[in-house]
């Protein structure tokens, strides 16, 4: 468990739990909804998250990838890495710039093996910025098909020391 009582919001960071999926597909609809409407069309944010369900966050939960971040008992974020690589971080459009989603990279970063080597993610274009504070640099431009859309991507790596 990893806490956070700086800026406005004490959040701790935990494994998801199969309980969670619910929680993660709501904040992943509206976290992409309201971070990623200056940066992408309306048309490729929802072809973006057209079918998603709770049920398809049930892998990344079980295979113990993903964790949530939890204030007030609520899930205000998730993340989710595999070796090398950053999957996800996405903070509940209410909590956003509380320091949360540098709290789920932390775990991220650390889950991914970033004190090792180089760790990769594929950014939205919003997200570079972030991405940036911490370390990522950009390596290039590309697109990710979700369902019938290709929804553009900045690929970033973040080499470790």
């Not at 990893?2 to 919001?9: E, L, P, S, Y």
């Not at 998603?52 to 079980?62: H, S």
């Not at 970033?114 to 590309?142: C, K, M, P, W």
Request: proline share 4%; with cysteine; hydrophobic share 45%.
């Amino acid at each position: 468990m990893i806490a956070d009582t700086g800026m406005k919001t004490t959040a701790t960071v935990r494994a998801a739990k199969d309980a969670d999926a619910q929680a993660i597909c709501a904040l992943h609809l509206s976290a992409v909804r309201a971070h990623c409407a200056s940066h992408y069309a309306p048309a490729i944010i929802e072809g973006w998250l057209r079918g998603r369900v709770p049920e398809g966050y049930l892998p990344g939960i079980r295979s113990g990838s993903m964790f949530v971040a939890e204030a007030d008992t609520k899930v205000v974020g998730f993340g989710q890495s595999r070796p090398g690589e950053v999957l996800a971080v996405f903070v509940d459009p209410s909590a956003a710039r509380r320091g949360i989603g540098s709290l789920l990279l932390v775990k991220a970063l650390s889950d991914a093996g970033a004190e090792r080597g180089a760790v990769r993610v594929e950014s939205t274009i919003n997200a570079v910025g972030f991405y940036e504070s911490h370390g990522f640099r950009v390596l290039d431009q590309g697109t990710q098909r979700r369902n019938e859309v290709d929804v553009p991507v900045v690929i970033m790596e973040r080499y470790a020391g």
